[in-house]
């Protein structure tokens, strides 16, 4: 079906190594292609990945790397040594591995086959450029040091970094610097975005029940309605940002679900009424604030109409923030690779939220966007017929290649010789 065996590479001379490593890599195209098709076919839960860890670990055998599994749960880590290591520097490289509670809708041959589960945020492709920088990384071993390749699972929610970091991934593998990067559907193909300080938002969630005393329709004056209640919750919690937030920083209240009473009950007004959001920031003061009035106009609104009303706060993902050195080093290797008029170094932050933050949180390292198309036809993340790119393939995994590769550079393989 596929084989990421090795084969015979040299370096050719060029003067300039970053293009080398790109015409390498583009040579396993379709080999690296039909692994993130088979992923694809095969989605898996966060720490479900049972399967996308087996193709992983296989792939990575035939490579003849050092492999450890289990690694926060589902997790895989391949060590790959360079040619010295007299610097005895270690950079880690991340890639997530796990896919979204989705029914897909799309109807290419690689679809879906697990119902309700969908690869559609593009972590097949992460896991395929990975392995595609793993088979280069092992096969000319061009630096000075220990790559450490990261394929992380549990991303969508679960907080696989967090596991991963628990479970001794940065004790038993000190790594200098680590770095991920993400497909991006608004930036086109051969682009690359990178910012220093914040690039993805914290994502906290929020419950608020509401509960008052149900009652007939007919006679609200003898009930106290949570559903009002909530309504006017609703309302003003919309006032937060516009009113408490500084235009100069960011901040997205959404109560995205409302479950109260019944559809088949039209005149019974029911005892409680629960709401469920998400809250996104990327300063620690701006998010305390903002839970703290989210708390009290909860809690105040329900008061006032009799009833009370229970907020749970979750923080579930912090802020991703890059660090500047590695953000300016990495927006340096993606010119290397795509030119600087294709390099955004300012690139805007999103109100997402990546689980990488927990990495970055004790490690250097900064987080990356690879272009890859597809927005303007409505192929958006999480979107049920999206699909990632396997034209990106290549530069993905070249620009994975030589972060590691230039961060460790040999005396007479390096960026800057």
């Known amino acids: 079906m596929y084989s990421l065996a090795p084969s015979v590479l040299h370096h050719d001379g060029q003067s300039d190594p970053l293009m080398a ?60 040594e360079g040619k010295a290591n007299k610097s005895g520097r270690m950079i880690g490289l991340r890639a997530d591995m796990d896919a979204l509670p989705m029914m897909e809708c799309n109807t290419f041959a690689h679809r879906s086959v697990n119902p309700g589960r969908m690869h559609a945020c593009g972590h097949d492709g992460h896991t395929a450029m990975l392995l595609g920088a793993a088979r280069y990384l092992a096969q000319t071993r061009n630096f000075d040091g220990t790559a450490v390749l990261i394929f992380q699972p549990g991303e969508e929610g679960y907080g696989g970094a967090r596991e991963m970091i628990a479970d001794g991934l940065f004790t038993r593998w000190n790594v200098d610097a680590v770095y991920a990067l993400h497909n991006w559907p608004s930036l086109e193909p051969g682009q690359i975005g990178v910012s220093p300080g914040p690039t993805m938002a914290a994502a906290d969630k929020v419950e608020i029940i509401v509960t008052g005393r149900g009652g007939h329709g007919a006679h609200p004056y003898q009930a106290i309605d949570p559903v009002l209640v909530a309504a006017h919750i609703i309302t003003a ?9 500084s235009p100069l920083d960011a901040a997205v209240v959404s109560l995205c679900a409302v479950e109260a009473g019944r559809l088949d009950a039209m005149s019974v007004i029911p005892d ?29 609104i329900a008061q006032g ?113």
């Open 21 to 80: 490593v790109t015409r390498f890599i583009g040579g396993w195209k379709e080999e690296l292609a039909a692994v993130r098709q088979d992923l694809h076919a095969h989605p898996e839960l966060g720490f479900e990945e049972h399967r996308t860890a087996r193709v992983i670990t296989q792939a990575l055998g035939l490579m003849g790397v050092e492999v450890h599994t289990g690694i926060g749960r589902t997790g895989v880590v391949a060590i790959v």
């Open 305 to 417: 109409f009799g009833a009370t009303a229970q907020v749970k706060y979750t923080r579930i993902y912090p802020a991703t923030i890059n660090h500047p050195y590695q953000a300016k080093f990495a927006a340096d290797i993606a010119a290397g690779l795509v030119g600087e008029a294709n390099v955004q170094r300012n690139f805007p932050p999103s109100m997402g939220a990546e689980d990488f933050s927990f990495m970055l949180q004790v490690k250097p390292g900064a987080y990356l966007r690879l272009g890859q198309g597809g927005a303007a036809q409505g192929k958006l993340l999480h979107n049920a017929k999206y699909d990632f790119n396997d034209e990106v393939i290549p530069l993905g995994a070249s620009l994975l290649a030589c972060l590691a590769e230039q961060s460790m550079p040999l005396d007479d393989f390096s960026l800057t010789s």
């Open 272 to 300: 409680q009424a629960t709401l469920v959001g998400t809250i996104r920031t990327f300063k620690t003061n701006v998010q305390e604030m903002v839970e703290t009035r989210l708390r009290l106009l909860a809690q105040s």
């Open 237 to 245: 919690a919309q006032s937060i940002v516009s009113r408490n937030v």
